[in-house]
T-cell receptor, first 112, second 118 residues
């Protein structure tokens, strides 16, 4: 079993729909990241959470440390939101550096 | 400037070639990372440098040789690679804890180098 599990693996929705992607982890963490990767490679960090909730534009991320669970929500989804969304947990810090453990990613497709 | 740059964008090499990937950032980050990503898989950590010293090597074969010549630059030297090493190689950086960094800091990723080994 992976340390970080995401669901669903694939998600197709219509433009305007409310999207939820879930992430569960089984280990102690210091922080959780939500990342976005478009076709072609580049990864963009959307959120870094250690507690509570964060909002940026149409994106909302929440984390429940006790339940070891995080969700990423997209409101009023748009075709440009189509990408792979990756949950990554920060496992430990060695000599000041982060070690991230990644989920398998959720491939989101928003149809017009 | 919150950019991590990587060169080249694409690289095709034979199994006997020697090549290098380059990563650069000017955000003052003293932690830098190399990741390997196969198609439809998440990134896998390869190496971590902290304050220009190698702090994590995730049991990477010796045909991959990292180098951090200064605080802005990270190289990955490639030699005698195998076709299965074909992948997207991503570089990232972050502020290190104890060096001005905080729990709220994130990693910044470069666009990657897509490597094909023939």
């Amino acid at each position: 079993k992976n340390e970080v599990e995401q669901s669903p693996q694939n998600l197709t929705a219509q433009e305007g729909e409310f999207i939820t992607i879930n992430c569960s982890y089984s280990v102690g963490i210091s922080a959780l990241h939500w990342l976005q990767q478009h076709p072609g490679g580049g990864i963009v960090s959307l959120f870094m959470l250690s507690s509570g909730k964060k909002k940026h534009g149409r994106l909302i991320a929440t984390i429940n440390i006790q339940e070891k669970h995080s969700s990423l929500h997209i409101t009023a989804s748009h075709p440009r939101d189509s990408a792979v969304y990756i949950c990554a947990v920060r496992r430990r810090i060695i000599q000041g550096a982060q070690k991230l453990v990644f989920g398998q990613g959720t491939r989101l497709t928003i149809n017009p | 400037d919150t950019e991590v740059t990587q060169t080249p964008k694409h690289l095709v090499m034979g199994m006997t070639n020697k090549k290098s990937l380059k990563c650069e950032q000017h955000m003052g980050h003293r932690a830098m990372y190399w990741y390997k990503q196969k198609a439809k898989k998440p990134p896998e950590l390869m190496f971590v440098y902290s304050y220009e010293k190698l702090s994590i090597n995730e049991s990477v074969p010796s045909r991959f040789s990292p180098e951090c010549p200064n605080s802005s630059l990270l190289n990955l030297h490639l030699h005698a690679l195998q076709p299965e090493d074909s992948a997207l190689y991503l570089c990232a950086s972050s502020r290190p804890f104890g060096g001005g960094g905080a729990v709220t800091d994130t990693q910044y990723f470069g666009p990657g180098t897509r490597l094909t080994v023939l």
